[in-house]
């Protein structure tokens, strides 16, 4: 055995830490110092490139925005407003008069955009509240509750994330049409209500992690399962759900196609295919596209809003899931 001496006046538990810090530094700093390679540069430029490529469009039409359409043309290499102006967004919101519009290349067209905008969010609300409850009771069944052939029919609804769209649009739209639902709020949301394959998928992921230990001593004190649902999962599952709803919210606010065949009325329009009808009221040969980029710009901002506040805890919870 070999005899470890100590100077004197060396207390042995500091110098125990002391020899520990100074021997993690060193590791400390060649992690942190990667000599550059070829490859991380092409990395790091392709990242950039990425990155400018996707902000560039959004970009392009704030500065459209916010130009005169009038002269919008004279410098089109600038990424600068041209002749900066209010105006554009005025005549979304309602707050130019025809004279003004038209003075700044305007068509005069009104857009009634506080009642669109109310549209918008009654139908996104209405489906995001409706489609991420149906969603975790269905996720729940296919996750918690033991039943016969249960994996054979999530199996069977998966499927449907293989059929387009576009193949249950006219069957749905006859079925609006019969329920006399057309051109009503209803027939907007209804189609959109329930769930989706991919959101029963993405609750049910995460519903599998939930230690059953937990439900199993709620179910032997006599709770049931919907009790437990209620009571132990949702306030579990807070996260993913709150994940959900915001993506379903961005979806349901996008959707153009849809409300378009349905929501033909002035009353029942919401924004996106307000903005159709925006457009289509320019003049063909001078559209108002400065009017339109601030229509879009407006329309954009709410779900922008969203993303920001909440765009961790989006990417977060996809991984937590395991949806890549």
Known sequence: MTAVVQPAGTDPLRSESTTTATSTRPAHRL???RPFSPGRVLAWTALVLFIAITIAPFLWMLRTALSNNRVLFTEPSSWLPVDFTWGPLERVLGTATSAEAQAEGGSGASLDFWLYLRNSVIV?????VGQVFFSALAAYAFARLRWPGRDK?????LTALMVPPIFTLLPNFVLIKNLNLLNTLPGIIAPFLFMTPFAVFFLRQFFLGINREVEEAALIDGAGYLRVFFRIILPM???P???LGILTFINAWNEYFWPQLVGQEEGVRVLTVALGAFRAATPQTGPDWAGLMAASLVAAVPTMLLFLAFGRKIVNSIQFSGVK
């Open 237 to 239: 599952s807070s996260a």
């Open 31 to 33: 992690r942190t110092r």
């Open 124 to 128: 996104s609300t209405v489906i995001t």
């Open 153 to 157: 029919v999530f199996f069977l609804f």
């Open 241 to 243: 759900m709150a994940t």
